[in-house]
């Protein structure tokens, strides 16, 4: 009944197992449980502190019609961080390059970087392992790159650029001597909101992941992201495949890195006929031995501890 992966334990229940979960709910060993498929309504589920998630979110943002206008729709810190990190580049002899077409020679000096930035992170898996890979990777492979006055390159982005959905994507990032600079990053993501803006497209992203935060990938990169003006969407808006609607319930979150968070359809079934215009919510199970700050998905952000499940409001 458990599924083990990389240290997250779940349970996947049917609709009609209720019974199941009540034995369930108390288990040291269980982090959290899965109703799949869903049923049409949530009933005794919802009052127990089920919510309705999508297995995989696409993070999507408005490029909006400026640089300065995109900029000015940032947080107060992270307009500051990114005005800095603009200030602090325009004053070095750092260049920023923007290739259309990537090369396998390209690819080559890109890819030490990208392992760098890998082995800084736990459980990270690396999408490519060679130049050919990179290249590979999608019918229109882009980069954008900063180099020092050498020449050579400190930080570089692959971005996909998808003409047909309307979407620039950035998919790996890459820096030379590994830990993500904040500085780097942020200016990549601002020159890739530009060149989204000259092509006139209407919408960039930066990718797809599993919607669990607080196991592989960490309630902090949601956060990053949700601050960049960024908002999750559900994968199934931009493709039919790789993933599906469940419902879910945290138990516990011991030997994960709380807290965990995921994002939830504010209604079920969702309102909007695009699934583009869903705003999903972020749902947390919260621990007192974290200082993570749940503000910084805004407002609408619901807080489930498991003694507050049956008094949650279900809408």
């Known amino acids: 009944m458990l599924q083990h992966h990389e240290g997250l334990v779940t349970a996947t229940l049917a609709a009609n197992d209720h019974l199941t979960w009540k034995a369930l709910r108390f288990r040291k060993d ?92 736990a459980f990270a898996t690396p999408l490519v392992s060679s130049p050919e890979e990179v290249v590979g990777i999608g019918p229109d492979v882009e980069m954008l790159a900063i180099r020092d006055a050498q020449g050579n390159m400190r930080a570089g982005i692959v971005t996909l650029n998808d003409h047909r959905r309307g979407v620039y994507t950035r998919a790996m990032y890459g820096e030379r001597g590994g830990p993500r600079s904040h500085n780097f990053s942020r200016l990549l993501d601002l020159a890739m909101m530009n060149v989204v803006r000259a092509y006139e497209m209407p919408m960039v992203s930066l990718g797809w992941e599993p919607n669990l935060y ?23 808006a931009l493709r039919a495949d790789g993933s599906e609607d469940v419902l879910t319930r945290v138990v516990h979150d011991d030997g994960l890195a709380p807290p965990l968070v995921f994002f939830a359809y504010p209604t079920w079934p969702p309102e909007q006929d695009d699934l583009m215009d869903v705003r999903l919510r972020a749902v947390a199970h919260p621990n007192t031995n974290t200082p993570f700050q749940l503000s910084a998905f ?3 952000v619901e807080s489930l501890a498991p003694s507050a499940a049956g008094k949650a409001e279900v809408r």
């Open 214 to 236: 607080g196991h592989i990938g960490k309630a902090g990169l949601a956060a990053y992201k949700w601050l960049l003006g960024f908002r999750p969407v559900p994968r199934a």
């Open 30 to 121: 269980l982090h959290v449980v899965n109703v799949a498929p869903p049923p049409a309504s949530g009933g005794e589920w919802l009052t127990d502190g089920f919510r309705f998630r999508p297995t995989n979110v696409v993070w999507l943002a408005d490029p909006k019609g400026s640089e300065e206008e995109y900029v000015e729709g940032l947080g107060r810190s992270e307009r500051r961080t990114v005005r800095t990190a603009l200030r602090d580049f325009r004053a070095s002899t750092m260049t920023l390059e923007h290739v259309e077409k990537i090369t396998h020679a390209l690819a080559e000096e890109w890819l030490p970087l990208y392992r760098a930035s890998l082995a800084g992170m």
């Open 298 to 300: 805004g407002s609408d």
